[in-house]
């Protein structure tokens, strides 16, 4: 499928400076980092809620695909078309949200998330050996402060310990999967619009999650209204508006540095655990936070001339 000139990862050079994808992956880091918050407040099972979290987005996707097709003067037929890249995505979302949800059940929060957040290397790595993107050092060097960062941000409670062993490792693949992931979506944009690309692979995401929840839970419907504001919340801010502004952008900007500015999520996850879980907020995190803005500013692309 075509994609159109607006959208073409082809125009990355000349787009690549705009502010407005630097905006979408800042607020859809925000997005991702309040699931969380929803996820704590939810009354089913972690991988049930991981099924509603994509599932419940796939109405809000198919208009905003629609409406992306129309624009460009395609048929609406054309946002159901697959391709390997795009059922990549949808795969390797599942793996990262399956994994995700294991880590935090077999380890500490502060281990899991910070093993999760070694993501950015699968990406500079990938970016460099499968998309042939130029890597270049500053990229490098924001990467070592955005790492930096987020260990000082859970830095006081990470601890290695044998029967946490599984969880670790957990974590460790749940970053790889989202590297995969961003990689994934990266190649698409090549041939694809961010919304057409977003819906069909939630579409696959949601397949491989209602098997999963279906063999493992329980139950997977919500209990009470809250649980159902809850899921709501993860399909609308934290799937629909986190995951589609990050395939808008990737469609605009690097993989490598849009991994990098996806550490802010772990910043907003602890402001928004501050404000919504009475979670505290030390000198040493916010000196992560920091860190992680620098990161992020000292990898920035340069405009050539």
């Known amino acids: 499928m075509a994609s159109s000139p607006a959208s073409s990862p082809a125009a990355a050079p000349a787009a690549g400076h705009s502010a407005l ?14 699931s969380p918050v929803f996820v704590r407040l939810a009354d089913i099972g972690p991988f049930a809620s991981a099924f509603w979290r994509v599932a419940g987005a796939l109405p809000v996707l198919a208009v905003w695909a629609f409406a992306e097709a129309r624009h460009a003067g395609r048929p609406a037929a054309s946002i159901l ?46 970016s460099a050996l499968v998309l042939k993107e130029r890597v270049g050092g500053m990229v490098l060097v924001g990467l070592a ?19 946490r062993l599984a969880g670790d490792v957990y974590g460790i693949v749940t970053s790889a999967f989202f590297g995969a992931y961003v990689l994934a979506v990266r190649r698409a944009r090549a041939r694809h619009g961010a919304a057409a690309i977003t819906l069909m692979s939630t579409l696959v995401t949601s397949i491989v999650l209602l098997a999963v929840a279906l063999a ?24 629909s ?65």
């Open 21 to 34: 994808p630097f905006l979408a992956l800042v607020l859809g880091a925000v997005a991702m980092g309040i």
């Open 145 to 163: 402060f955005c790492l930096g960062g987020a260990a000082a941000l859970v830095g006081a409670t990470i601890g290695f310990a044998p029967e």
């Open 241 to 305: 508006g986190g995951q589609g502004l990050l395939a808008f952008a990737l469609g605009h900007l690097p993989a490598a540095f849009s991994s990098l500015v996806i550490f802010l999520e772990a910043i907003a996850a602890a402001l928004f655990g501050w404000l919504f879980l009475a979670e505290p907020i030390g000198i040493a995190q916010a000196a992560g936070g920091a860190l992680i803005l620098v990161g992020i500013y000292v990898a920035r692309p340069r405009r050539t001339t």
């Open 216 to 239: 493992l839970e329980d139950r997977i419907l919500p209990a009470s209204p809250a649980g159902w504001a809850a899921v709501a919340a993860l399909a609308f801010v934290s799937h």
């Open 81 to 126: 078309r697959f391709d390997g890249a795009v059922l990549a995505a949808g795969l390797f979302f599942a793996g990262d949200l399956f994994f995700w949800h294991l880590a935090i059940m077999n380890t500490t929060v502060a281990n899991a998330t910070f093993l999760a957040t070694m993501m950015p290397v699968w990406v500079v790595l990938g």
